[in-house]
């Protein structure tokens, strides 16, 4: 008779690679009978002899909460292996554990495959295998790595030795007081049923009956044991009124306090130190009061970072765009002959000013990645969601709010989708409601473009400002609207698992750096370029015959002119009521970044000569790389500067900054955007004073209104029409007061 | 009567409506974080609790699970409507 090897474990503790390694490719794939659940078998030659080995599904236990349990349960008891490989992850051994003993408690040779000791050892655990073996009834206990296949032959010896002598581990869990008395005196009575004996060992079935576990107790009837039964009911009723608990719960409980021994014995962990000295920080930064105000400096520094580390940069990429690419291109294209072809405005007005004015952000989003992975990779995140459910909890928002919200810092798209992660419907709409309000990637180089422009050193208090009015709005709105058109039941209690904090791997950093920014490439590629030509087509073409011809048309009276001017008086109590600012915001629906790039095309036609280039190509790159290399030198400037800025921030105190480069640090027009914005916006608020203010009105409206079109339309596929619309009425209202507010209450107290 | 520990952990977490980390959890109770969090463990299985997922289910973005812009998020375990009502039922003798 073939002999059976099966493989039980947790999951995710690497049996599929064990099996795999185990079997190679002679392996069946089919459907446990009746279920959905996937069954593999395979063979494993050792000597002369076949043993089948089957992978049984993934448990944490042998309860009969799942059907994986059922699955693993009734195969050990019903169809008795000759041997149990119970697949242990090493790195968490307390948790599988619980599995190994109750698969000792059936009665079947046990092998302790402890595989993934390569992470355990990484992480500083120490197992002693003979300490194991003891404390698990003398069991084998085997150490692998099964995706290198290390420990497998020692494996494969462990496997013919408990095939040649079968033994099992003599180990019972111990249960005390008025349980363990019942217990007793159950297997007492069952150890006089010859019939039951053949397939049950006594102790693991009394235990199962005082769970109440029904697929035992059925069993059980079918076979007459109703006396057995009764038995068990009344033990239970003992047991309840002793203990005032469920003896279900009271086995687990002992369960687990036997594991904790055995664990105890076993295994060492010498980083004890490290964990008690992560929980001293998060004492701090996710204290009840404290962890908001860190959070919000912390963020802080990340926008002072963004904002200004990255401005060298952004000079430097807008000299390359703007400057290099625009001067060569032109010259290119005048080679060819099409220097005064429509071909020439599209290219450089439209492709290059469009495409090229979102381009220029790179360094920023670089930046803000290069921030937010070191606090990610660091561990702070999870410690920031923390503090920001606890909130969320407070304001009466849902639990898992929590999430679609922040990822909504990244995009408005997936937090829409991340909602579908919360049960209740009114608690999807209202989150996916306020999720919108989180101020998306795509925002940020409009923050940046008008933070360098009107605030100069202090544009990261902007970018921050924004943030965190959008935060604000979306927990005003939630807290009204939870207790108006969405009231449901409060907020359930929950705990959250914290990794501990360790030191960023610059690796992982720049991978999630690049990963990210590549999202933005694409979209700059894509969209925005399709947008850029679609704008140029409209700013060439004239709205009046009389106003000129095609790509001869002042901008203000083309099409695209015309049509926004329209809209603009909506926005004179807010300060931008120019066609300029209402038509990029008409554009910034479809993405948030086309705002950057319509003002850019705008702008573009206004303060771009026909340029051509004077000086040599060598020359031109040589002066590009010496920029490149004052860049360099900006940015450790403007790194190193937000020290002093931070200590800045204690009142009356106040240290010098570094500058390296007097001049160039205090020029005001970063790029040839931001000089045409300070001009447009003193023009639109109707004084120079007034501009700053103007714009940050611009930002808010930008941070609150409709969001771009591939959110709005997530919106309506998971929520419908109505409620879309009742979304982009309300963002456009809100956003609306918002920035005349702002305008109105700025002028007052600044002007 | 003394309380399992178990049952000890269920109360505390139900008795904590702003949240609380495992850490905590795990000090306050005298436990290790790995024994906290098997005991969780357990609870959810019992559905009890609930445990979130941090990754959110994007299924409808064409960028799918590989978005770029999505922040990996803490495991949170959550108290279900289930466990207001876990107090087992008191039988008296003569039932």
């Not at chain 1, 009911?233 to 409980?253: S, V």
């Not at chain 1, 690796?507 to 990210?516: G, L, N, P, S």
């Not at chain 1, 969001?707 to 029409?721: H, I, K, W």
């Not at chain 1, 982009?728 to 209450?745: G, K, M």
Request: charged residues 20%; contains cysteine; hydrophobic residues 45%.
């Amino acid at each position: 008779m073939t002999k059976t090897i099966a493989l039980a474990g947790n999951p995710n503790v690497g049996k599929s690679t064990l099996f795999n390694a185990l079997t190679g490719s002679r392996q069946h794939v089919g459907n446990w009978p009746g279920k959905t659940v996937e069954k593999k078998e395979g063979r494993l030659q050792l000597g002369d002899e076949e043993v089948l080995v089957v992978d049984l599904p993934g448990t944490y236990s042998l309860t009969a909460y799942s059907i994986e349990e059922i699955i693993t349960r009734d195969f050990i008891v019903n169809e008795k292996p000759t041997a149990v490989i119970a697949v242990v992850n090493a790195a968490n051994l307390d948790r599988n554990l619980y599995l190994v003993t109750q698969l000792i408690e059936l009665g079947m040779p046990v092998i302790v495959a402890l595989n993934m000791t390569d992470i355990s050892k990484r992480r500083g655990l120490h197992i002693s295998l003979m300490g194991l073996s003891e404390r698990l009834g003398g069991i084998p206990v085997v150490e692998t790595v099964g995706n290198r296949s290390e420990g497998l032959e020692d494996l494969v010896q462990a496997i013919a030795l408990v095939l040649k002598y079968p033994h099992t581990g003599n180990i019972q869990t111990t249960y005390s007081g008025i349980l363990g008395e019942e217990i007793q005196n159950l297997k007492s009575e069952i150890e006089l049923r010859e019939d039951l004996l053949e397939t049950y060992r006594p102790g693991w079935l009394a235990t199962k009956m005082l769970e109440g576990d029904q697929g035992v107790i059925s069993a059980l009837e079918s076979r007459g044991a109703e006396d057995l039964l009764e038995s068990a009911r009344d033990a239970r009723i003992r047991i309840e009124e002793g203990t005032g608990e469920d003896p279900e719960i009271l086995i687990a409980d002992q369960r687990y306090q036997f594991v904790d021994r055995i664990v105890e014995s076993a295994l060492e962990r010498p980083r004890e130190t490290i964990i008690t000295r992560s929980e001293k920080v998060d004492e701090i930064v996710t204290h009840r009061f404290w962890g908001l105000p860190i959070f919000f400096l912390l963020m802080w520094l990340v926008f002072q970072f963004t904002s200004n580390v990255s401005g060298p940069f952004l000079d430097w990429v807008d000299i390359f765009i703007n400057g290099f690419i625009y001067r060569w291109t032109g010259w290119g294209l005048e080679y060819i002959g099409l220097g005064d072809h429509w071909v020439d405005s599209l290219i450089m007005d439209g492709v290059i000013a469009g495409v090229g004015g979102v381009l220029v952000f790179v360094p920023v989003l670089l930046f803000l990645y290069l921030a937010l992975g070191v606090l990610e990779d660091s561990g702070y995140m999870a410690r920031a969601a923390f503090v920001m459910d606890r909130v969320m909890r407070w304001m009466g928002l849902h639990g898992k709010s929590f999430l679609p919200m922040i990822v909504g810092f990244g995009c408005t798209v997936p937090a829409v989708y991340a909602t579908r992660t919360l049960e209740n419907e009114k608690d999807r709409k209202l989150t996916a409601f306020l999720a919108t309000f989180m101020s998306c990637g795509a925002r940020l180089p409009i923050y940046v473009v008008f933070g360098a422009a009107f605030f100069g050193a202090a544009s990261g208090s902007l970018v921050f400002a924004m943030y965190f009015l959008g935060i604000v709005v979306a927990l005003i709105t939630g807290y009204v609207m939870k207790n108006t058109i969405y009231r449901s039941s409060p907020p359930a209690p929950f705990v959250m698992e914290l990794p501990p904090y360790r030191i960023p791997h610059p690796k992982d950093i720049w991978t999630q750096m690049w990963e990210r920014t590549q999202g933005f490439l694409v979209k700059s590629g894509t969209v925005i370029l399709g947008v850029s030509v679609a704008l140029w087509l409209l700013m060439a073409i004239p709205a009046h015959p009389d106003k000129g011809l095609f790509n001869e048309v002042q901008a203000g009276d083309s099409l695209f002119g015309r049509v926004s001017g329209l809209i603009a008086p909506i926005f004179k109590p807010a300060g931008f009521g120019s066609w300029q600012s209402t038509g990029s915001l008409v554009t910034g629906i479809l993405a948030k970044e086309v705002i950057v790039s319509t003002m850019s095309q705008i702008y573009a036609g206004e303060s771009h000569p026909p340029e051509v280039s004077v000086v040599p190509f060598g020359e031109d790159l040589a002066s590009v790389s010496v920029d490149f290399g004052r860049a360099v030198l900006l940015t450790a400037q403007e790194a190193l500067n937000i020290i002093p800025r931070t200590i800045n921030l204690i009142p009356f105190v106040n240290i010098g900054e570094l500058d390296f480069f007097p001049a160039e640090s205090r020029k005001v027009d970063t790029t040839r955007l931001e000089g045409s914005l300070i001009n447009a916006y003193a023009a639109t608020a109707g004084s120079s004073a007034g501009g700053p203010i103007a714009a940050v009105a611009f930002n808010v409206f930008v941070l609150l209104y409709i969001p771009c079109v591939s959110a709005v339309s997530a919106m309506r596929q998971e929520f419908g029409q109505r409620w879309m619309w009742a979304q982009i009425t309300y963002t456009l209202v809100i956003a609306w007061a918002a920035a005349v507010l702002v305008f109105q209450v700025g002028q007052i107290l600044f002007l | 009567m003394a309380k399992s520990k178990l049952r000890l952990l269920l109360e505390y977490v139900e008795e904590s409506p702003g949240g609380i980390s495992l850490q905590e959890l795990a000090r306050d109770l005298g436990l290790s974080i790995s024994q906290a969090e098997n005991m969780l463990e357990y609870w959810v299985r019992k559905g009890h609790l609930q445990a979130v997922s941090p990754a959110p289910d994007c299924a409808g973005c064409a960028s799918g699970s590989k978005c770029s812009l999505l922040i990996d998020f803490p495991s949170t375990y959550q108290v279900t409507e289930k466990a207001k009502l876990h107090i087992p039922e008191k039988r008296l003798p003569c039932q």
